[in-house]
T-cell receptor, first 109, second 114 residues
């Protein structure tokens, strides 16, 4: 089993839709979790950290389920500009974060 | 500067040449990472520096790759005797410590080996 797994997609949704991605991780000792977005041929940019109690930033909601070892990202009212690849990042006992391969989102008019 | 700075933005060189890539992390960030990303692929970890500790070189793909970090700040990634398979975007990231803080990435260096 890979350390961090994501459905590569693409998720193809219309503007205004709600879309959710999951990311599973194998190391139960993982301590911190993040979502990044990466636009084509650009560097990854931090979207949000994921806290144990769940957290929200505008249209974006992140949740952590330690029992089932996954994190999720929910995007409400999708915009064309949300089209990107969303990377899940997990940090455990090692100081080296583990990146998922990413989930591709395409928002169309 | 406000963010992680990498140079050059683009580098085209002939197979067999040596290249040096530079990363200037966010001021005060003690942790620095190098990754590479081939077209359409995920991030591949290369090397990690934390303060004055010995770097974690576990991701370096061959002995042609090396990196150093002088004075706990600027880092240089060197690739000797470049091969075509070294063509990729090389990304540098820094974070304020090694526990629960997120990484911040530079724009990357796009390396093309002819």
């Amino acid at each position: 089993r890979k350390e961090v797994e994501q459905d590569p997609g693409p998720f193809n949704v219309p503007e205004g839709a709600t879309v959710a991605f999951n990311c599973t991780y194998s190391n139960s000792a993982s301590q911190s979790f993040f979502w990044y977005r990466q636009d084509c041929r650009k560097e990854p940019k931090l979207l949000m950290s994921v806290y144990s109690s769940g957290n929200e930033d505008g249209r974006f909601t992140a949740q952590l389920n330690r029992a089932s070892q996954y994190i999720s990202l929910l995007i409400r009212d999708s915009k064309l500009s949300d089209s990107a690849t969303y990377l899940c990042v997990v940090r455990g006992g090692s100081y080296i974060p583990t990146f998922g391969r990413g989930t591709s989102l395409i928002v169309h008019p | 500067g406000a963010g992680v700075s990498q140079s050059p933005s683009n580098k085209v060189t002939e197979k067999g040449k040596d290249v040096e890539l530079r990363c200037d992390p966010i001021s005060g960030h003690t942790a620095l990472y190098w990754y590479r990303q081939s077209l359409g692929q995920g991030l591949e970890f290369l090397i990690y520096f934390q303060g004055n500790s010995a770097p974690d070189k576990s991701g370096l793909p061959s002995d042609r790759f090396s990196a150093e970090r002088t004075g706990g700040s600027v880092s240089t990634l060197t690739i000797q005797r470049t091969q075509q398979e070294d063509s990729a975007v090389y990304l540098c990231a820094s974070s304020s410590d090694h526990s629960n803080q997120p990484q911040h990435f530079g724009d990357g260096t796009r390396l093309s080996i002819l």
